[in-house]
């Protein structure tokens, strides 16, 4: 068991589909108790209730600092403690450059960036009291390659800033024995992309995948709780290009 005795908290971990979900059914088959925060809408007390007995769903918006907060100690009152942190939450838009409203880009920019700032500030003092704790971001390789294949520019801006977030915190936090990690899914079959692929361009996107097919939540969730446990002990400001070779 990689994760016995840990608490974990997944933020956008309610889609049975998602990156989230993988992730928390994965980690409690480690041994850890998961706490799973959604919006209302996604029922995370309904995910977490799947996962089976002694994990948690907590509704927070993580655009809202407040609600980030209520989370962190709801899950401490509950779960009595915060070893992991995933910061998963997400929204894309497929947008070109000169199309991208103000509005727009606050909205994808709060969930992913706004959201990784507000889940780790309220996270950070239990782990730092405990003097461990292991906080893994979902970027995506859009940050990496300028352009996501669906993601507009403002999704790989704000993927961008979660790897300079994570590692500025990374290099503040490691005294504390806190460990900040990211990783970048490539393309993954997830209701996030769901009818945003036309069929004829899938050969297309194919022949830029050495491992000539599209990633599965899983393959995201293992290296998510290979960064989460003690494997990974001495690793830290790293991250994990989860995209079947699309950056050789
Ligand atoms: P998904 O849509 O299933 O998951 C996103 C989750 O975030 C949902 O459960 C949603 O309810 C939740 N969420 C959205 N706004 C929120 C908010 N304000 N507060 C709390 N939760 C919120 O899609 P997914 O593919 O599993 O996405 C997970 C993460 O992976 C996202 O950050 C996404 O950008 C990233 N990602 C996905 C891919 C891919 O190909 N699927 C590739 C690279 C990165």
Do not use: W
Not at 96 to 106: E, F, G, M, R, V
Not at 108 to 121: A, E, K, P
Not at 139 to 168: F, W
């Amino acid at each position: 068991m990689l994760l016995k005795d840990k608490v974990a908290v997944i933020t956008g971990g309610a889609g049975r589909n998602g990156l989230g979900y993988a992730t928390a059914k994965m980690m409690a088959a480690q041994g850890a108790r998961v706490a799973i925060l959604d919006l209302a809408g996604a029922e995370p007390a309904a995910a977490a209730a799947d996962l089976g007995p002694g994990h948690i769903g907590v509704v927070a918006n993580v655009t809202d600092k407040a609600a980030c907060e209520a989370a962190a100690v709801e899950v401490l009152t509950r779960l009595g403690r915060i070893d992991i942190l995933f910061n998963n939450a997400g929204i894309t838009q497929p947008r070109k450059t000169l199309d991208i409203s103000a509005a727009d880009y606050d909205a994808v920019m709060d969930v992913s960036l706004r959201g990784m700032l507000y889940m780790s500030q309220a996270v950070i003092p239990a782990m730092r009291a405990q003097k461990s704790g292991s906080i893994i971001n979902t970027s995506s390789v859009s940050a990496q390659r300028g352009g996501g294949i669906l993601g507009g520019p403002h999704y790989s801006a704000a993927k961008a800033g979660m790897l300079g977030l994570g590692r500025a915190m990374a290099r503040e936090f490691g005294i504390d024995g806190i460990r900040v990690n990211a990783v970048t899914p490539g393309l993954i079959a997830t209701d996030i992309n769901k009818g945003l692929i036309p069929e004829d361009r899938m050969k297309g996107i194919l022949e830029q995948i050495p491992l000539n097919r599209i990633g599965e939540p899983n393959d995201v969730a293992g290296c998510v709780v290979f960064l989460a446990s003690d494997l990974a002990k001495y690793l830290t400001g790293v991250t994990l290009d989860v995209n079947g070779g699309m950056l050789i």
